[in-house]
């Protein structure tokens, strides 16, 4: 008779696939796994024996991680639970398949109700969002939001992620050529080894973020009133043309982190009363008007930095009432005159 070793699900996971994982994967994309981990994944599946996990356990597991709260007193969202949670569970399971630990498993997840409600991201009413555009055409010559105010304009005109745009330097700016080039990003991440928080800076999220995109006019005038507002400062403390172009655009020297950025948004948006949203809800804006314009999504998907316009499409575009009561306006034209 024959008797097969024990393997632990939390034995497997932290002494193979993170060890492994710390040589293959981005820093920051590293750290968020090892932080789902921890907090999401470890306790629930702690001495469990990883050859008996089947689709009945992984069920009420997804139902368990439905009635969890996040740090607001919300319940954790759809993406949070199935993109990240599930996702990385997925992946450990399918890492022991592929080194022989365990049968590939096919999970077929019902999705639990109180997921199946869930809104859409929030994007900014339209009414608020005539408002912010007539406030970010107005002067950036006080030091007041100036910040904020390139931000919003970078997201909502560029469709840039915050990221992105924390890791901007003026060189990255082809004012002759009206284009920006994508080739960093910034962001927060724990460090679960060391409990801290450190700024990580890295390429963009995925191959096809790292690109150069068209400026709008728009965007070029603003952009080049800010370099002359910071360039002017930046002198008094004599620095030069080519130290200044390697400076962050949002910070000079070392660049800004997206949780500053996200706290000086909120300023902007409570300074003139506008509802608060999300800032990555800028970027959802820009895709919406993109696509009612007209515009392919191709297109936009390339200046998104998406790896294919199915995402843009899945994630991004919220249809406004106006947009569909106009085009059933059309199709009614089309229909009386056939």
């Known amino acids: 008779m024959f008797f097969f070793k ?21 820093t920051s994309s ?7 981990y921890q907090k999401y994944i470890k306790d629930y599946w702690c001495g469990f024996d990883i050859k008996k996990i089947d689709s009945k356990k ?22 949070t639970i199935n993109r990240g949670i599930l996702g990385l569970f997925r992946t450990i399971l399918n890492h022991a398949a592929i080194h022989g630990e365990i049968q590939p498993l096919l999970l077929r997840l019902k999705t639990p109700n109180n997921l199946k409600k869930e809104n859409k991201t929030k994007i900014m009413a339209e009414k ?3 408002k912010l555009k007539s406030i970010l055409k107005q002067p950036l010559s006080g030091a007041k939001y100036r910040n904020a105010k390139i931000f919003t304009i970078l997201a909502l005109y560029q469709g840039l992620r915050i990221g992105e745009i924390c890791g901007l330097k003026w060189e990255d700016i082809d004012f002759k050529n009206k284009t920006i080039s994508i080739k960093r990003t910034v962001n927060n991440v724990y460090d ?16 096809s973020s790292e690109r150069i995109i068209p400026m709008l006019d728009f965007v070029a005038k603003k952009m080049s009133e800010c370099f002359e507002i910071c360039y002017q400062n930046a002198k008094m403390t004599y620095c030069d ?23 000086g948004f909120e300023r902007l948006l409570a300074a003139y009363d506008i509802p608060y949203v999300k800032p990555h809800s800028l970027r959802h804006s820009f895709c919406t008007e993109s696509i009612n314009a007209g ?6 998907s390339q200046i998104l930095g998406h790896s294919n316009s199915a995402i843009t499409l899945n994630v991004y575009n919220h249809l406004t009432s106006k947009k569909i009561n106009d085009t059933i306006e059309i199709l009614n034209r089309e229909c009386s005159n056939a």
């Open 128 to 130: 608020e969002l005539e």
């Open 192 to 207: 679960c080894e060391k409990k801290d928080s450190k700024l990580n800076i890295s390429t963009p999220k995925t191959e």
């Open 295 to 300: 515009c392919a999504t191709e297109a936009v």
């Open 241 to 263: 043309m080519k130290e200044f172009n390697k400076f962050y655009i949002l910070a000079g020297k070392k660049p800004t982190t997206p949780r500053v950025v996200r706290s």
């Open 6 to 26: 024990k393997r632990l699900f939390n034995d497997y996971a932290e002494n193979i696939y993170f060890k492994e994982a710390k040589k293959t994967v981005k």
């Open 30 to 36: 590293y750290f968020n796994f090892l932080y789902l």
């Open 58 to 79: 992984v069920q009420d597991y997804y139902e368990y991680l439905s009635t969890l709260k996040n740090k607001n007193g919300e319940n954790l969202s759809k993406s």
